[in-house]
C-alpha cells in the first residue's frame, strides 16, 4: 500500500529511507556517551534530525537551551505517546527546560473537541502519566493554547507572534507543505509555529537553541516554522532543531491511533486486557504453522511484539538479541514470544499504575508557572 503521512493522517507501509530524502533530514550517527544510556538512542528509534549539533554544543558548553513538545489531547494515553514523555524526560535530565503545549485550540479545529473536554483529557490521561514516567516540575511550563499565560506580558506576547509569523507565509506555502489546508489548519499550523518560537521571545527565555522532538509526520509543522523564522526580521530567531523518531506500531501494523482501542496498548490496561491484545490483535511475523516456523523461522522486523519489546519494554540488548536470533531461526516461537512480551509489558504497566495514583496529588503543582 502506498503511503500517506501527514501531520493529521498516516496511512500505508512508512518509507522511512523515502521520507528522510524527502524532507530533507539528517541519519543521527556519532552521539555523545549519555545518549547510549536511552535506548530510544541507543537504538536508533530516535533515527534522525535537524541540527542537533546546535543542542548538542549549548549542552557541551552549559549553555540554556529548551526542549519543546505538545499534546494532542484527544483519546487515551497509549504506549506510542509514552515514547515522545520518555524523551522529554530525558532532555529534562540533560539541562533542558521544557516546553509542553496543550494543543486544545488544534483539538477544538480537526477533532470538534469542547475546551473542557481537551483540559479533563489533558490533566488525567497525559499530565499524570507524564508525571508517573517520571517528568519533574523544575524547568518546566505546561500550558494551554487557549489560555497561555496568566501574566499578561507572557500572554500577550505568545499571541502577538502568531500573528506576526502570519505576515510571512503564503497560502500556497501552506498548501506545498500540508496538501489539503483549511482556514482551521492554518490557524492550527500558525499557533503550533508560536508555540515552537515563543520561548525565544523576551519575556521567556529570550534566544536560545530549541529542540523539537516529533514523529516525522509532523515535519511539515517544522519545515514551514523554520522558513516562516527566517524571514522575520525582529525577533531574530535561532533556527530549531528537531529529533525524528519511529512510530510505535500499532498490534495489527500501522501507525498507533488513539481512535482505534485495537490498536494500542493503554497506560491504564489491566494485566487481562494486555494479554487479550496482544494474543487477539498483535501482527506476528512467524510462519503459518509450528513445522513451517520451526524450518523457517520468523520476521522480527515486522512482528509486533518484538517491536514492542525493541522500543519500550526489553532493556537488556543482549536478553533483546537473543530473542531476535532465537525468533529469527525458529526456536522461539509466536506464541512463546507473545508470552514473554505480555509479563513485560504487565510488569511495567504494574508500577507504572501505582505511581499513577501517587501522580494524581501532584498534578496541581506541574501547573504553576
Do not use: C
Not at 550517527?29 to 543542542?55: G, T
Not at 494543543?103 to 508517573?132: G, P, V
Amino acid at each position: 500500500m502506498s503511503q500517506k503521512v501527514t501531520p493529521w493522517e498516516v496511512e500505508g507501509d512508512v518509507n522511512y529511507e523515502k521520507l528522510v530524502k524527502e524532507f530533507g533530514i539528517s541519519l543521527l550517527k556519532e552521539l555523545p556517551e549519555e545518549f547510549n544510556k536511552e535506548l530510544l538512542f541507543r537504538r536508533k528509534i530516535v533515527f534522525a534530525h535537524r541540527d542537533i549539533q546546535r543542542i548538542l554544543e549549548a549542552k557541551k558548553n552549559k549553555k540554556p537551551f529548551v526542549m519543546m513538545t505538545g499534546l494532542m489531547p484527544t483519546g487515551r494515553f497509549h504506549i506510542g505517546h509514552a515514547l515522545i514523555a520518555k524523551q522529554m524526560i530525558f532532555w529534562q535530565n540533560l539541562g533542558a527546560k521544557i516546553y509542553i503545549a496543550v494543543a486544545d485550540i488544534e483539538a477544538y479545529h480537526q477533532r470538534n473537541q469542547s475546551f473542557e473536554d481537551s483540559k479533563r483529557i489533558a490533566l488525567h490521561e497525559y499530565i499524570k502519566n507524564y508525571i508517573a514516567l517520571g517528568l519533574k516540575k523544575k524547568n518546566l511550563e505546561i500550558y494551554f493554547q487557549s489560555e497561555r499565560d496568566t501574566n499578561a506580558k507572557r500572554s500577550n506576547a505568545y499571541y502577538r507572534l502568531q500573528n506576526l509569523l502570519a505576515k510571512h507565509v503564503t497560502f500556497n506555502e501552506f498548501k506545498g507543505a500540508y496538501g489539503e489546508i483549511t482556514p482551521g489548519k492554518m490557524l492550527s499550523s500558525l499557533l503550533q509555529a508560536s508555540d515552537m518560537l515563543h520561548p525565544q521571545l523576551k519575556e521567556f527565555e529570550g534566544p536560545l537553541p530549541i529542540v523539537v522532538p516529533v514523529g516525522i509526520d509532523q515535519d511539515p509543522h517544522l519545515r514551514l516554522t523554520r522558513d516562516i523564522s527566517k524571514r522575520v526580521k525582529e525577533p531574530k530567531f535561532i533556527q530549531l532543531s528537531s529529533t525524528y523518531n519511529l512510530f510505535m506500531p500499532g498490534l495489527s501494523g500501522g501507525k498507533m491511533s488513539s481512535s482505534d482501542p485495537t490498536s494500542f496498548i493503554a497506560m491504564t490496561d489491566s494485566p487481562e486486557e494486555v494479554a487479550n491484545k496482544i494474543n487477539k490483535y498483535a501482527f506476528s511475523g512467524g510462519q503459518e504453522t509450528l513445522e513451517l516456523h520451526r524450518k523457517k523461522g520468523g520476521n522480527p522486523d515486522v512482528d509486533v511484539s518484538f517491536q514492542y519489546l525493541k522500543m519500550m519494554f526489553e532493556e537488556d540488548d543482549k536478553k533483546l538479541a537473543k530473542i531476535e536470533e532465537d525468533y529469527i531461526k525458529g526456536k522461539l516461537t509466536t506464541g512463546e514470544l507473545k508470552k514473554y512480551t505480555i509479563e513485560k509489558i504487565n510488569t511495567f504497566l504494574k508500577k507504572h499504575q501505582e505511581a499513577r495514583k501517587k501522580a494524581e496529588k501532584e498534578i496541581p503543582k506541574f501547573l504553576k508557572n
